[in-house]
C-alpha cells in the first residue's frame, strides 16, 4: 500500500493550503487516516486524524484552522489548512493506520509559511 501526498507550498502568514493523501488501496482497511508534521530540529506530531466513522481528532495548536476530511470509496484523506502560521512549517505526512496496528506513510510534502 502506498500513500502519495501533495499540496504543499509556500504561503504567507494568514494563508491557505490544502493537502491531499490518495491511497493505492481501498480506504476500509485503515481504521485512522491523518496528517502528522515535523518541523526542522523537531519530533514528528500528530496533526489531525479522522476515523473509519468519521470521528475527527486536532492538535490543540491547529483546532479551529484545520479540517480533515476523508472519503473511503476513492481512499483518500485531506486537510484544510486555513490561517496558517510561521510555527506551521513543516514537512506533513500523510498516515494510514490499518486495523491491525499497522502504520503506512506517505513521502511528505512541505509547508512553508513565510512572508
Known amino acids: 500500500v502506498q500513500l502519495q501526498a501533495s499540496g504543499g507550498g509556500l504561503v504567507q502568514p494568514g494563508g491557505s493550503l490544502r493537502l491531499s493523501c490518495a491511497a493505492s488501496a481501498s480506504g476500509s482497511i485503515f481504521s485512522t487516516m491523518g496528517w502528522y508534521r515535523q518541523a526542522p530540529g523537531k519530533q514528528r506530531e500528530l496533526v489531525a486524524f479522522?476515523?473509519?466513522?468519521?470521528?475527527?481528532n486536532y492538535a490543540d495548536s491547529v483546532k479551529g484552522r484545520f479540517t480533515i476530511s476523508r472519503e473511503n470509496t476513492k481512499a483518500t484523506v485531506s486537510l484544510q489548512m486555513n490561517s496558517l502560521k510561521p510555527e506551521d512549517t513543516a514537512l506533513y505526512y500523510c498516515?494510514?493506520?490499518?486495523?491491525?496496528?499497522?502504520?503506512?506513510w506517505g513521502q511528505g510534502t512541505l509547508v512553508t509559511v513565510s512572508s
Open positions: 498516515n494510514g493506520h490499518n486495523f491491525f496496528g499497522y502504520d503506512y
Open positions: 479522522v476515523t473509519s466513522g468519521g470521528n475527527t
